[in-house]
């Protein structure tokens, strides 16, 4: 293939590592808080035997191990969303711009909002009952 040839309409050049570094990146930020919400769930439900009502098991004060994982979740919680927001800036300055780059950079700075989305979508109100 000649690199000084205009590529086809309709068609994405392959990604860089960088740009694949990037993607990575955006997946990353928001996968890190279900993986723990969801382990953390997994864990105290093994632990008390049954799933964890609401307003009856405070995810806090299940075990030492669901504790740990409670504070955990707690921080990926809180940082998904700045995290979100900063990668996408790192990744436009760093990167460029233009209607790709930026449309990349907007899918990742609007992955961290999907995340809470998706928790309030686990079956047996489990967002609710780690709220509590």
Excluded at 73 to 99: D, E, K, M, N, R
């Amino acid at each position: 293939m000649n690199p000084a040839a205009p590529e086809r309409p309709g068609t994405l050049p392959f990604l860089s590592a960088k740009e694949l570094g990037g993607i990575a990146i955006f997946w990353s930020i928001p996968l890190l808080p279900l993986l723990t919400f969801t382990v953390e769930w997994l864990v105290a439900w093994a632990t008390l035997g049954h799933i964890p009502v609401p307003g009856v098991n405070d995810p806090k004060y299940i075990s030492g191990f669901s504790s740990f994982l409670h504070s955990l979740t707690a921080l990926s919680l809180l940082l998904v969303v700045p995290g979100g927001v900063i990668a996408a800036l790192v990744y436009l300055l760093c990167w460029g711009s233009g209607f790709r780059k930026l449309s990349v950079a907007a899918i990742g700075a609007g992955m961290p909002f999907g995340v809470f989305a998706a928790l309030d979508k686990f079956p047996y109100d489990a967002f609710g009952w780690w709220f509590d």
